[in-house]
């Protein structure tokens, strides 16, 4: 049951541990924050409070936005269709390329700029016809209890759930997490620890186990995301690892998304990613079996279509985020040889197209 959100933000976390010394640790993810009475973690949204840790961010968000499914990116999941993004703030990395950077590092709650309660969230979505719900722009594993209140909402009216996420997350709190989500794009940031501790702040083993938990263990649709930054994770032998890495431990099937980064946060000195080096990857993925390989951030239509992996045929053409060609049964198979396409299908794909409609839920009507 969700909080009264009458001035309330604040709710117990379920994840956490008092330590000897009457310090408190945070146990969402592995980066184990020990906190004294008042501190908060490094996300900045969980905290101690009378001798436990609290979520700060319940029913708090940095904004809502109707996106097409494919900038989250999601391509193989109903394509074509809007859903109702919206993140809060703070993160439990410290990227130095973060293009979300004034979400991610806000220290400031009037960033929080609409509240909603799950329930409201849910109806919004619904009536604005959307398919699913997305937590994105920030790390949805730092506002787990809400994520969950959310999903749980949008579930009873016959939504979907979907997270982006960097996979930062400890196994008990993924376990509950993703029980309740059913697509996810994860953002594996490199193939190196080094890039990891020293760009992200973070771990990439423990990244590793959510993608292997995400395919092994759940019924997720899975999507993975990589922004190649020039000179640090794009190297042809850190290509080749990653994309092997993928196809031994996740399959074929799931669709790797090469995304273009561009100067921001405290990485101005890099320059942007050459579109010859995101072809160099596609094509370094596709030799080592994966079927399903996209190029983001730049203008490609052939990077950023689906293409039959028995026969070649174009099975879902986009521009940009407009879908321009579709060539699947109402099964999911390639009209031309059968060969089944992986994904999450409907019998035809949505006509959102590139539009982006920010939604203020105050003004909403909520009328069922």
């Known amino acids: 049951m969700s909080p009264d959100l009458d001035g309330r933000s604040t709710v117990a976390g379920r994840y956490w541990h008092s330590l000897p010394d009457g310090r408190v640790q945070c146990d969402v993810c592995p980066r184990h924050c020990k906190l004294r009475e008042g501190q908060r973690g490094l996300c900045f949204v969980r905290a101690a409070q009378n001798g436990q840790v609290v979520l700060t961010t319940y029913g708090r968000s940095s904004g809502f936005c109707v996106d097409p499914i494919e900038k989250k990116p999601l391509n193989h ?17 410290t990227c130095k390329f973060c293009q979300n950077w004034d979400i991610s590092t806000s220290r400031h709650m009037d960033t929080l700029a609409d509240a909603a309660s799950p329930e ?36 009873r009216l016959g939504l979907k759930t979907v997270a982006v996420t960097a996979g930062e997350i400890c196994a008990e709190p993924r376990r509950e997490f993703f029980a309740h989500i059913d697509a996810a794009n994860v953002d594996l940031k490199a193939f190196s620890e080094r890039f990891y501790k020293t760009v992200c ?19 997720v649709w899975l999507e993975v995301t990589t922004l190649l930054i020039p000179g640090e994770n794009d190297s042809q032998a850190e290509l080749e690892a990653l994309t092997g ?6 399959g074929s099937d799931t669709p790797l998304h090469f995304s273009a980064f561009h100067p921001d946060w405290k990485m101005r000195d890099k320059p942007a990613t050459p579109t010859s080096t995101l072809i160099m990857a ?6 080592n079996g994966l079927r399903y390989v996209f190029t983001g951030n730049i203008h490609d239509e052939t990077g950023g279509s689906t293409y039959c992996h028995q026969c070649g045929q174009k099975l879902i053409g986009r521009d940009w985020y407009t879908l321009t060609a579709w060539n699947l049964t109402p099964a999911g198979c390639c009209a031309a040889c059968g060969a089944t396409c992986a994904g999450v299908f409907e019998a035809q794909p949505g006509a959102w197209g590139a539009r982006r409609l920010p939604v203020r839920l105050s003004d909403f009507r909520l009328t069922l």
């Open 201 to 219: 702040g973070g771990q990439l083993q423990s990244v590793l186990d959510t993608l292997t938990c995400l395919k092994r263990e759940t019924d």
């Open 282 to 287: 596609r094509n370094i993925a596709q030799k």
């Open 120 to 155: 409201t969230i849910a109806r919004a979505a619904r009536q604005l016809g959307c398919k699913s719900v997305a937590f994105t722009y920030n790390d949805p594993v730092i506002f787990l209890e809400y994520a969950v209140d959310v999903a749980q909402a949008c579930h």
């Open 245 to 250: 890495w993928l196809v031994e431990n996740l």
């Open 77 to 93: 999941f109903l394509p074509g269709t809007p859903v109702l993004s919206f993140g809060t703030a703070g993160c439990n990395l």
